[in-house]
């Protein structure tokens, strides 16, 4: 357990809509209750702005930090003299592209906030991370003179939960993240190595957005669920330890909150809570995974056996799929743990074919035929379990489902 002397301050901000100067105001509280937006930016200072983009999607749908989020943040740090930029990796296409669709582009220019390069990886050395030494970041990242980071509350299919430390896995370049998933290979793995890009970045200062989250199938595909909460603190841990509150779900359970006070990056039972009263904001029905898991972290064949046998699986839902392919395109193992059955098919789908945003209306026919094509197909033994195919899938077609023997083994 990480040795902390103090305990970890998060500021609950009670906020019920993204109305511009209400939210504005209240980020303006919690950073009073922190001491300040000058404790985190000082005149002069490059400050990054790290939203979550995880894909060009209507703020509406709460996907990714909403852009009132955003503009309240950029405000409080331009008047301490801060020079802001903003960025992010998606989990497919550009920055821009996303950042446009969820509504970013308009306010960073009306704030004067410029884009920051986020596709330029620099391989940095870190002799001090547990479970990785060794990171490919955004260069924008490593250059800033600090990090304010801009989280979206979402329930997850891999961590249960995405938060605040989670958000930095965006600083990750392009198709790299799909390598971590795979040289990871297990739950905690991951985890841990997010909480050491975490401990290497040291963001100053975390914003979650809560006002809307996400429940259910995230963090793409779930249902919007109102909150009307902002959570701030320099801790990711003990703001995601509050985020779980929040939820209703034990925070030991997510593999990030756990690992991030092992190895010493905050603190889940040490916290105190500033503002308002976390109490009247839980929402004990919220929609996400509640149940204990214990086969993630199994290596080798037994654990291939247990993954198999008990850990959760996507599964494709032929009513909705389109056949778009990007399921395929974003799966990081080779050969393709989801594929289409007409071998040829492939090429039709490959790297190089631009991955889809929205659902489309006119599913891809199959090769040589003019009948739609049928949707791919899972190959549970090669499957890591990374949960990357149901996270991008546009159609919201991909959901997690529990083997037999795992719904029995958990009382299902």
């Known amino acids: 357990m990480g040795k902390w002397q103090e305990p970890s301050r998060v500021a609950v901000l009670h906020c019920p809509t993204y109305e511009e100067v209400g939210v504005e105001q209240a980020i303006g509280r919690g950073l009073d209750l922190l001491g300040g937006a000058e404790t985190f930016a000082r005149p002069g200072e490059h400050i990054l702005l790290k939203p979550n983009l995880l894909v060009g999607s209507r703020p509406s749908q709460a996907v990714t930090t909403h852009p009132a989020v955003f503009r309240g943040v950029a405000r409080h740090l331009k008047r301490c003299g801060a020079v802001l930029t903003y960025g992010d990796s998606p989990g497919f296409g550009t920055t821009m592209g996303a950042a446009h669709r969820s509504g970013l582009v308009e306010v960073a220019e009306a704030e004067g906030i410029r884009p920051a390069d986020f596709a330029t990886g620099r391989s940095v050395s870190f002799p001090d991370g547990r479970q990785n030494k060794q990171f490919t970041v955004a260069a924008a990242a490593l250059d800033a003179d600090g990090i304010v980071s801009l989280p979206k509350l979402k329930a997850h299919g891999l961590t249960r939960m995405t938060g605040a430390v989670k958000n930095q896995f965006g600083c990750i370049p392009g198709l790299l993240k799909s390598e971590f998933h795979l040289r990871m290979g ?82 889940y039972s040490h916290i105190e809570l500033l503002g308002d009263p976390l109490e009247p904001l839980v929402v004990p029905s919220f929609v996400i995974n509640r149940r204990p898991g214990s086969t993630t972290g199994i290596s080798g064949r037994w654990g291939r056996l247990a993954r198999n046998l008990v850990v959760p699986r996507p599964a494709i839902r032929p009513d909705l799929c389109t056949a778009c392919g990007t399921c395929v395109r974003v799966c990081p193992v080779t050969p393709e743990a989801v594929a289409f059955a007409e071998d040829p098919g492939l090429a039709a789908v490959g790297p190089d074919a631009p991955l889809i945003a929205e659902p489309e209306t006119n599913p891809p026919t199959a090769p040589g035929s003019s009948a739609p094509r049928r949707p791919p197909v899972h190959h549970y033994s090669r499957c890591i379990r990374c949960y990357c195919c149901q996270e991008m899938c546009p159609q919201r077609a991909i959901e997690i489902d529990r083997p037999l023997l795992g719904r029995i083994l958990h009382h299902a």
């Not at 793995?189 to 290497?200: H, P, T």
């Not at 793409?220 to 779900?249: E, H, I, M």
């Open 186 to 267: 297990t739950m905690d793995r991951f985890g841990q190595m997010l909480v050491d890009l975490n401990r290497l970045l040291q963001p100053r200062l975390f914003v979650m957005d809560a006002i809307v989250a996400m429940e259910g199938n995230g963090p793409r595909s779930g249902d919007p669920r109102q909150l009307s909460a902002l959570l701030l603190s320099s801790d990711p841990v003990a703001l995601d330890a509050v985020a779980c509150r929040l939820v209703g779900l034990d925070p030991a359970l997510v593999v990030t909150v756990r690992w991030g006070q092992e190895y010493g990056l905050g603190s």
